[in-house]
């Protein structure tokens, strides 16, 4: 895992290299180095930050540079010992251990045909020097950034965004990208938050050539493989889950460093440490919990509990954080570090435990991310079929049960009311025609409160922001309600926030984290099981809790799904209701015009009242203004508010 950046024909390009790879030095603290070479009537320079995970010598130093190749690269092939094989038979000599001699030498032998046999989590830069061509690829899912920014015939790429800022290049906000985040509370991976900037697109790749040509590609499709996985439902061929994921488990402990799990207590996690505990026996794990009030007034369930109890079973090694608020003197570094604006505390969670994980000398972490998405595990999965059969309620009884509901409060001074909150958000879709009440299950506001929130100029922005969400909904060719929300889910929410947030919670604190189930073998083993398959009665992730009670407890399978979060509303009306007031009177989203300050007081005295929970919307608008006053200061780190 690393960090990469590069110029291509770009002017000064050896400093702006130079600056951008110091920028991402919290990727690689392990090394660092740099490749130049004449290009037409420039020149290309790579830059490279280590940090090792495999083969720890100076033969897996970057950029690796081989009989005319020259490559940066992020990332770690789990299929490295096959591909190794097939090419040491084939006559490659390899030099030393490392899979990124793998990836150079399988681009010598097959150039972009390479990319559909990589199994793994990747992002590179590779230079031709006999053709003066730079190639740029992403992995399959987009587990692993690279941004790109082009003028003229010339490229800058960076694995982080923020280091883009050294190109010495203005970059403007786009305004269409905070609307987006304003409605997800995080930016699609199909934009960026610099109008200037762009993300490669997960499964592709592109290639800039010496007369100023550039020729894009893609090499793997999340729409195929769902259309496949139809397919073979239909045969009746469904694949041996249990056997799917412990394999790509057991592939993703490939490490020369200490490597651990996050344990939450959940099935995802839970799961993935004791298939992890049976192949590294004594495997260490880390936890988060909260403070007892905190906790109590969210209404959260106790995961410590389970945490613990499979930590005993398996024989691990448990650790434990607690998360109290002063967690939030962390938020100025996290909003630089998050790259975009980003409303999930989650990314502060795993910065911690990834902090605590580096500290005790562990390099590598295993994730649960992507069961959920995968295998319909969230609770709008259900609910959104819960929303067909309440459409079938006569429309008064309907209307009744929403007037009842919507003057029961969400709280009181002492406690949260988790099952109202439910209910409220529940009602605010189960009307919708399919898509848009797919939308509002899981977005900020619905179309009305977005164009209230905003400035009315950005009325149209907001029109093609919510047609960008339909757009990618309706592409598919499947007739499995469940199976588009998961393939919907599977090209917007992991890439664009938890696969995001991850990578660069994690990087900060200059950390690998690996994520099992978003692997190329286990999402096309999900897209092979109907919808009814993942969602059983009133059960979520149904076939993957089949498949897990073959090593877990049943207690642990089906207990109630935890949340890898924060107590977000216990902390609004407590410790950070002085800075939501700030941000309403005296913030740069409301004097920019950006935001109105009426709107948000609204959602803010709502929230206060207990009659709505807008926690999470005035998280996110606190997030965003650190984001944006660093943006538009061009000091490149983040300015403190004051309470």
């Known amino acids: 895992m690393c960090g990469i950046a590069g110029t291509y024909r770009w002017p000064d390009g050896k400093a702006v290299t130079d600056r951008l790879t110091e920028t991402l030095a919290h990727r690689g603290p392990d090394g660092a180095g740099r490749y130049s070479h004449p290009v037409g009537d420039g020149e290309v320079h790579l830059g490279h930050r280590r940090l090792a995970i495999i083969d720890l010598s100076a033969t897996g130093a970057q950029p690796m540079v081989s009989d005319g190749l020259a490559l940066t690269y992020n990332g770690e092939l789990y299929n490295a010992p096959e591909l190794r094989a097939e090419l040491a038979a084939a006559g490659v000599r390899f030099r030393g251990t490392s899979d990124t001699e793998v990836l150079l030498e399988a681009w010598r032998r097959w150039g972009t045909d390479c990319l559909p046999r990589l199994r793994g989590m990747f992002a590179f830069g590779i230079f031709d020097e006999r053709t003066g061509e730079l190639v740029l690829a992403r992995d399959q899912l987009g587990i692993k950034p690279l941004f790109l920014l082009r003028r003229g015939g010339g490229m800058v790429f960076a694995s982080e965004l923020k280091a883009l800022?050294?190109?010495?290049?203005?970059?403007?906000?786009?305004?269409?990208?905070?609307?987006?985040?304003?409605?997800?509370?995080?930016?699609?991976?199909?934009?960026?938050?610099?109008?200037?900037?762009?993300?490669?697109?997960?499964?592709?790749?592109?290639?800039?050539?010496?007369?100023?040509?550039?020729?894009?590609?893609?090499?793997?499709s999340l729409k195929d493989v769902a259309a496949e996985g139809r397919e073979r439902a239909r045969s009746g061929e469904l694949p041996d889950l249990n056997a799917v994921v412990e394999e790509s488990t057991r592939r993703h402990l490939l490490s020369d460093v200490p490597v651990a799990t996050f344990l939450s207590g959940g099935l995802d996690s839970s799961y993935l440490t004791a298939l992890a505990a049976r192949h590294q026996?004594?495997?260490?794990?880390?936890?988060?919990?909260?403070?007892?009030?905190?906790?109590?007034?969210?209404?959260?369930?106790?995961d410590l509990r389970y945490a613990r109890q499979v930590a005993g079973r398996f024989g691990v090694d448990l650790h434990e954080i607690e998360i109290a608020p002063n967690v939030l003197d962390l938020l100025p570094q996290m909003t630089y570090s998050l790259d975009e604006p980003i409303g999930d505390p989650a990314a502060i969670n795993t910065f911690l435990i990834c902090?605590?994980?580096?500290?005790a000398g562990v390099k590598v972490m295993l994730s649960g991310m992507g069961a959920d998405e995968l295998f319909a595990g969230y609770r709008k999965h259900l609910a959104n079929l819960l929303a067909l059969r309440y459409q079938r309620v006569p429309r008064p009884l309907r209307r009744g049960v929403s007037a009842l509901v919507d003057r029961l409060p969400v709280a009181t001074s002492r406690r949260g009311y988790r099952s109202v909150r439910f209910a409220k958000r529940f009602l605010s879709f189960a009307d919708l025609p399919e898509e848009t009440a797919f939308r509002r299950s899981y977005t900020m506001y619905d179309q009305d409160e977005l164009l209230d929130l905003v400035d009315p100029d950005l009325a149209g922005t907001v029109e093609d922001v919510l047609t960008e969400h339909a757009d990618v909904y309706r592409d598919n060719d499947l007739d499995d309600f469940v199976n588009r929300m998961c393939l919907t889910d599977a090209r917007m929410f992991l890439p664009g926030l938890n696969l995001t947030y991850t990578d660069r919670s994690s990087m900060a604190a200059s950390t690998e984290v690996r994520v099992p189930y978003v692997d190329v073998e286990v999402v096309k083993a999900a897209f092979a099981f109907p919808g009814d398959r993942k969602i059983a009665g009133r059960q979520g992730k149904a076939v993957l809790k089949e498949a897990a009670t073959s090593i877990l407890p049943r207690e642990i399978v089906y207990r109630p799904k935890g949340l890898f979060s924060a107590p977000l509303r216990a902390w609004m009306s407590r410790d950070l209701a002085p800075l939501v007031r700030e941000v309403i009177h005296d913030g740069e989203l409301v004097r920019s015009g950006l935001l109105r300050r009426d709107a948000l007081a609204r959602m803010a005295a709502e929230d206060a009242a207990g009659q709505r929970d807008f926690s999470k919307h005035l998280w996110h608008v606190l997030t965003l203004e650190y984001w944006y006053r660093d943006a538009?200061?061009?000091?490149?780190?983040s300015t403190r508010l004051t309470a």
């Open 281 to 302: 026996p004594g495997i260490s794990a880390y936890t988060i919990g909260f403070r007892a009030e905190d906790a109590k007034f969210e209404a959260m369930p106790d």
């Open 632 to 637: 538009t200061s061009g000091s490149g780190q």
């Open 355 to 359: 902090s605590a994980a580096r500290e």
């Open 165 to 220: 800022a050294a190109a010495g290049v203005s970059l403007e906000v786009d305004q269409a990208a905070l609307v987006a985040s304003l409605l997800y509370y995080w930016v699609p991976d199909s934009r960026c938050a610099f109008r200037e900037a762009e993300k490669l697109p997960p499964g592709s790749w592109l290639r800039c050539r010496p007369d100023g040509r550039v020729e894009r590609g893609t090499f793997w």
